[in-house]
């Protein structure tokens, strides 16, 4: 009965997408434009109809997609998405693409894309092959459970600004090591094109420029500032913007692999400004690195398969939990009603629950994989759901956020995809600026429990599970993740930036398009919902919940808060035909595909 109900959804979606799907013109050569534009946007339109936004809501419906027929590369830089694009159309795989957007994106989108960070890479090969990378920072073997607390008690903000935020970078090894194993060109072949950015620059638009003068507190205390703001004023809207000191960096990884980054000139110079700064990373820390193979968090909902990250992220356990809670209230109200609301509301909150407590680094904490996963306990959760009524966790005090994160999606011609998401945590990490390397550094000691039970920049109390210790990695929330649809076939390729609201927005869009039946270019544009069991508070965006709507879910004992912009999602979708690719309408991207 339940595998009829799937086959018929799964059809009636296929049915959707072959409306909705505009056939580029069949090619044997790539065609010679970037982009494949729908011919017939009546058509897409129809599929739309699935969505309905609310009144007052800042995006359209019907929006029209970018298509492409041979491959996609959708990112937060249109230059990195071409960077990636330009490694597929000379022959590579999307692993050459995505590590080739990769460290592109260390070059246009500095806030986020880097190589003094880390991040996870989610992988599925055309022949079935799947396997995540975890290149996650880890903290420094000098690190302690307390460091962030000062005399009285308190949690001091070293954890997010400043020379003693950082973990220990993935990032470089992490891309490295994806390329050696599932790759086909080599180091100095895919990151060509980010060499090439950093050495001659690109142009900056005006939001390239608005983004920095934006961000003078965080950068302009430490070196960074000589490169960004120039005579003390932000780069220039129209300016060509050179990185010398980051193409040297790039160009000697490019020549010596990761070993330059983790033992070498590059190794010398990020010591010596910790050094210079009162930081605690060493040579030793460097050496030591290594990115980490896993398998991945593989979950099914309603017949589609999902393929996510594992620990130390926690976005494959948290979205795989709240979708089998969910599981057993489909088909799922309306997006946008009362009930959907409510259900999401109190799914989040049981799994958040589970992931701010239970969760940390596998090589320090039993993770509960197969009870967290597991449909039996998700039935228990679900059942404990009130319809009516809104359960309660208990409050307290929030800080102030921040997110800057990033996240990537690549497919290639032959069906290779790779989900990768990366970061410095928040914007421009710590704001430290390696001195004669070129880049900044990450601030991501604050994805620990710093001081457990407190919040961290992104709202969550986390508990022991997540403390410091030296070498451990901090449970992340990047949850890069790929759909298979029923038949077992590559359906999406998603995730996103934003914190905690990475994985509830991934889960949500993915939703979206298997449940609620919308176009990707919709689906990327419905309102999005966001709880993280603490604080006690379902967010919604400015008009994406309707008035009434908003009432109902009071009524109903939930806080409600507005928040703008809730994460950064960007994703591609298979169509008839090709592909669909879509970055994140809230924030600034590229989808390029050819
Ligand atoms: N730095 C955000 C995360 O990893 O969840």
Known sequence: MRDSLHRSRAALLSALLVVAACHPQPSAAPAPTAIV???????????????????????????????????????????????????????????????????????????????????????????????????????????????????????????????????????????????????????????????????????????????????????????????????????????????????????????????????????????????????????????????????????????????????????????????????????????????????????????????NSKLGDPAFVKNPLHQLTSKTYAKVLATQIDLNHASKTPAFETRAEGMQTTHYSVVDNMGNAVATTTTLNGGYGSGVWVRGGGFFMNNEMDDFAAQPGTPNMFGLVQGEANSIRPGKRMLSAMDPTIVLDPEGKLLMVTGAAGGPTIITATMEVILNVIEHHMTLADAMRAPRLHHQALPDALRYEPNGLSAAVVDSLKAMGHTVSSQNGLANVNSILRVPGGWHGVYEPRSVGGAVGY
């Open 37 to 355: 534009e729908p011919r017939d946007a009546t058509r897409v339109a129809q599929a739309a109809a699935a969505a309905a936004f609310p009144s007052g809501w800042r995006f359209p419906v019907g929006v029209k997609p970018t298509e492409a027929e041979h491959a996609m590369v959708v990112s937060n830089s249109r230059l990195a998405s071409e960077a990636g694009i330009e490694i597929l159309r000379a022959g590579g795989n999307a692993v050459d693409a995505a590590v080739a957007t990769g460290f592109a994106l260390a070059v246009t989108y500095p806030s986020a894309g880097n190589i003094g960070g880390g991040g996870f890479m989610n992988i599925r090969m055309a022949d079935g092959r799947s396997m995540t990378l975890d290149y996650r920072e880890m903290a420094p073997l000098a690190s302690s459970r307390d460091m962030y607390i000062d005399a009285n008690g308190k949690l001091t903000n070293k954890s997010t600004v400043g020379y003693l935020a950082s973990g220990v970078p993935g990032s470089v090894a992490g891309m490295s090591e994806a390329l050696k194993k599932y790759g086909s060109f080599t180091l100095a072949q895919v990151m060509a094109p980010a060499i090439r950015l950093a050495e001659q620059g690109f142009m900056v638009d005006s939001q390239f420029a608005r983004g920095i003068e934006n961000s003078r507190r965080a950068i302009t205390p430490f070196e960074g500032k000589a490169v960004f703001f120039p005579g003390g004023e932000a780069v220039k809207a129209g300016a060509r913007f050179v990185q010398s000191d980051l193409a040297r960096t790039l160009k000697l990884i490019a020549e010596k692999g990761p070993k330059a980054f983790y033992e070498g000139p590059i190794a010398d110079s990020l010591v010596a400004e910790e050094q210079r700064g009162g930081g605690i990373i060493t040579k030793e820390d460097l050496r030591r690195y290594k990115p980490e193979w896993r398998t991945p968090i593989k979950s099914t909902y309603r017949g589609y398969t999902l393929l996510a990250m594992p620990p130390s992220s926690s976005g494959g356990i948290t979205m795989t939990e709240t979708l089998n809670i969910l599981e057993n209230f489909a088909p799922l109200p309306p997006a946008g009603s009362v009930k959907y609301a409510h259900l999401l509301a109190e799914s989040y909150r049981r799994a958040f629950m589970d992931r």
